[in-house]
């Protein structure tokens, strides 16, 4: 069979009646060159994060400086946009009809606070009065409650108070019952420091408060217990 690639007399008349298709024109070297170059061509500044921008900022030249400038004050209007959207600072309450969309569809990067509670339980108040705290210092934390049985039918009043951490939908953590928070002595900065040790917030708290207050007892225990000495001296009496 005859090579329709080939240059022949009979594969030029094929070509102009339609027959064969046109026959492919070889690229040249800077042809090839030019179409790796757009291959690999590197991000441009209206691709690039505010961080890139700040990166590349030598790589422009003086015409793209206007161009730059331009995209680096969208790129802050849009990070902005994102902050006051995700900006909660309250404890909203929900039901059971709401939870697939306020915890398990809450969004993307955002981290969900859900505290079941019950009416007339001392506890619940307590820790929900502590969040309402940490909701309006944590806005980028969205902070629920909910009555348990509204929430999930037929909870137990036993484990009670109830938090449970989501992130994207997915559960990071949870604490149940009373014996978790340490009861009615629990502190804001404990109940803080908790949820930052499941991520569910960013604190400025450098250990855990809950350390301190086990080191001082320890201490006063140390301090209350005989010593070598003083047994030595009641034997001999």
């Given at each position: 069979?005859?090579?329709?690639?080939?240059?022949?007399?009979?594969?030029?008349?094929?070509?102009?009646?339609?027959?064969?298709p046109?026959?492919?024109?070889?690229?040249?070297?800077?042809?090839?060159?030019?179409?790796?170059?757009?291959?690999?061509?590197?991000?441009?500044?209206?691709?690039?994060?505010?961080?890139?921008?700040?990166?590349?900022?030598?790589?422009?030249?003086?015409?793209?400086?206007?161009?730059?400038?331009?995209?680096?004050?969208?790129?802050?209007?849009?990070?902005?946009?994102?902050?006051?959207?995700?900006?909660?600072?309250?404890?909203?309450?929900?039901?059971?009809?709401d939870?697939?969309?306020?915890?398990?569809?809450?969004?993307?990067?955002?981290?969900?606070?859900?505290?079941?509670?019950?009416?007339?339980?001392?506890?619940?108040?307590?820790?929900?009065?502590?969040?309402?705290?940490?909701?309006?210092?944590?806005?980028?934390?969205?902070?629920?409650?909910?009555?348990?049985?509204?929430?999930i039918?037929?909870?137990?009043?036993?484990?009670?108070?109830?938090?449970?951490?989501?992130?994207?939908?997915?559960?990071?953590?949870?604490?149940?019952?009373?014996?978790?928070?340490?009861?009615m002595?629990?502190?804001?900065?404990?109940?803080?420091?908790?949820?930052?040790?499941?991520?569910?917030?960013?604190?400025?708290?450098?250990?855990?408060?809950?350390?301190k207050?086990?080191?001082?007892?320890?201490?006063?225990?140390?301090?209350?217990?005989?010593?070598?000495?003083?047994?030595?001296?009641?034997?001999?009496?």
């Amino acid at each position: 069979m005859q090579d329709p690639n080939e240059d022949t007399e009979w594969n030029d008349i094929l070509r102009k009646k339609g027959i064969l298709p046109p026959k492919e024109e070889p690229k040249d070297d800077e042809e090839e060159e030019l179409a790796l170059q757009q291959q690999s061509v590197v991000k441009t500044y209206e691709d690039m994060t505010l961080e890139e921008l700040d990166e590349n900022e030598d790589e422009f030249g003086e015409e793209d400086e206007a161009a730059i400038e331009m995209y680096r004050k969208q790129r802050i209007a849009e990070w902005k946009a994102t902050q006051l959207k995700n900006v909660f600072g309250e404890v909203a309450e929900i039901s059971g009809m709401d939870y697939v969309k306020e915890v398990n569809k809450a969004g993307d990067g955002i981290w969900v606070v859900l505290s079941l509670y019950k009416q007339g339980i001392p506890l619940c108040a307590l820790i929900n009065q502590h969040l309402t705290v940490l909701a309006k210092k944590f806005p980028q934390t969205k902070f629920l409650k909910s009555i348990s049985t509204t929430c999930i039918p037929n909870y137990p009043d036993r484990n009670l108070p109830t938090i449970f951490v989501y992130f994207e939908g997915e559960m990071k953590a949870q604490f149940i019952g009373p014996l978790v928070f340490g009861g009615m002595n629990l502190k804001i900065d404990e109940l803080e420091w908790r949820l930052s040790e499941s991520g569910a917030v960013k604190t400025d708290l450098e250990e855990n408060p809950k350390k301190k207050i086990e080191d001082k007892l320890m201490s006063s225990i140390r301090c209350s217990l005989p010593t070598g000495k003083d047994s030595d001296s009641e034997d001999e009496d």
